[in-house]
């Protein structure tokens, strides 16, 4: 590939970037990030982690964890790929999103009371971590005061040891 051929391509994804098309963009630059001939290569790279970066936190707003997460992990791939730190903080920030998840299900078709606290203990107790204590709170109430008396028994001995 050619220094003009890159530095057109590069141009592209970034109006492809601008004008929202943030999947196109991304394609863009994780190939010329990958390409070690690539004259571009390091603008690709710091592309590539702002496209996946905001993709990312629109797909967390819009609550699909999972598809931000994959999204991560592809261009965490990406020999090169700049910030990976951020993007790693992102996918570990969608994996407490998707365990969250998890455990709501958990806590609502829970068998048994052993099961049902313990759920309840892990969501009450990653909330706060996504900056949600009042439903960290909502969840912990749910416990204590469910009807079943062992189940609550349990709720309250695992709230207690901090």
């Known amino acids: 590939m050619t220094a003009i051929d890159s530095g057109r391509q590069i141009d592209e994804a970034r109006r492809l970037y601008d004008a929202g098309d943030l999947d196109a963009a991304a394609a863009i630059f994780a190939t010329l990030a990958a390409d070690a001939a690539a004259p571009d290569q390091a603008s690709a790279a710091v592309g590539l982690s702002v496209t996946a970066e905001r993709m990312a936190q629109t797909l967390l707003e819009e609550n699909a964890p999972a598809e931000a997460a994959d999204l991560l992990l592809q261009a965490l791939s990406v020999p090169g790929v700049a910030d990976a730190a951020r993007l790693r903080v992102l996918l570990g920030i969608a994996h407490l999103e998707m365990a969250c998840a998890e455990f709501e299900v958990a806590v609502e078709a829970g068998p048994d009371a052993d099961t049902a606290a313990l759920a309840i203990e892990l969501l009450a107790r990653t909330l706060p971590?996504?900056?949600?204590?009042?439903?960290?709170e909502t969840v912990w109430r749910y416990g204590l005061d469910h009807q079943d008396a062992d189940l609550a028994a349990?709720?309250?001995?695992?709230r207690g040891r901090d």
């Open 129 to 136: 971590l996504r900056g949600r204590d009042a439903d960290a």
């Open 154 to 158: 349990q709720v309250e001995m695992r």
